[in-house]
T-cell receptor
Framework: AQSVAQPEDQVNVAEGNPLTVKCTYSVSGNPYLFWYVQYPNRGLQFLLKYITGDNLVKGSYGFEAEFNKSQTSFHLKKPSALVSDSALYFCAVRDRDYGQNFVFGPGTRLSVLP | KAGVTQTPRYLIKTRGQQVTLSCSPISGHRSVSWYQQTPGQGLQFLFEYFSETQRNKGNFPGRFSGRQFSNSRSEMNVSTLELGDSALYLC?????????????FGSGTRLTVV
């Protein structure tokens, strides 16, 4: 079975500071991993994905994520947070070998304080 | 290129009624998936269609159904509405079954059951 955990409901960071939003996953096979962002009353927007290859993935708006197979993690990072990054962030996994649909984490609300 | 279009944006229905939601995917996308988003349960997978065939189904009662047309547009129907069906319903499209490309989400339909 596939599952995703985002251990923090809320992350607060000061503008200009680095941010990290954590994600751990569980799959039977090999994972496809994604990050999405959701702004109020909107659908989810794709940020980045890990399919294969380099463990460090760069995505939209300066975000990046590192795939760590041994720790089954895929944490989202940004070197310098902006107030406009404040939103709800979702990690998602799909089992490359056994999965049939994406499973999303519960979401982490990021607040960037000016 | 137009995005994923969901109609209507907002809907208020009475308990016991039925409702139909519509989703027009990005041109060329043949896969459409539906998710229910609520504050308590997060994002839950409803079903996925590809080329008019239901590929996967989540763990929802039979009151929830869907279909996909030859032009890839999709509808989902909920019969005998319950108060707990109040949610944001998100449609997502992809070129294939989304395994590597990820999804493009619509802005959702906010359903309120009173």
């Amino acid at each position: 079975a596939q599952s995703v955990a985002q251990p923090e409901d809320q992350v607060n960071v000061a503008e200009g500071n680095p941010l990290t939003v954590k994600c751990t996953y569980s799959v039977s096979g090999n994972p496809y991993l994604f990050w999405y962002v959701q702004y109020p009353n909107r659908g989810l927007q794709f940020l980045l994905k890990y399919i294969t290859g380099d463990n460090l993935v760069k995505g939209s708006y300066g975000f990046e994520a590192e795939f760590n197979k041994s720790q089954t993690s895929f944490h989202l990072k940004k070197p310098s947070a902006l107030v406009s990054d404040s939103a709800l962030y979702f990690c998602a996994v799909r089992d490359r070998d056994y999965g049939q649909n994406f499973v999303f984490g519960p979401g982490t609300r990021l607040s960037v304080l000016p | 290129k137009a995005g994923v279009t969901q109609t209507p944006r907002y809907l208020i229905k009475t308990r016991g009624q039925q409702v139909t939601l519509s989703c027009s995917p990005i041109s060329g996308h043949r896969s459409v998936s539906w998710y229910q988003q609520t504050p308590g349960q997060g994002l839950q997978f409803l079903f996925e269609y590809f080329s008019e065939t239901q590929r996967n189904k989540g763990n929802f009662p039979g009151r929830f159904s869907g279909r996909q047309f030859s032009n890839s547009r999709s509808e989902m129907n909920v019969s005998t509405l319950e108060l707990g069906d109040s949610a944001l319903y998100l449609c997502a499209s992809s070129t294939s079954t989304g395994a590597t490309m990820g999804y493009t989400f619509g802005s959702g339909t906010r359903l309120t059951v009173v």
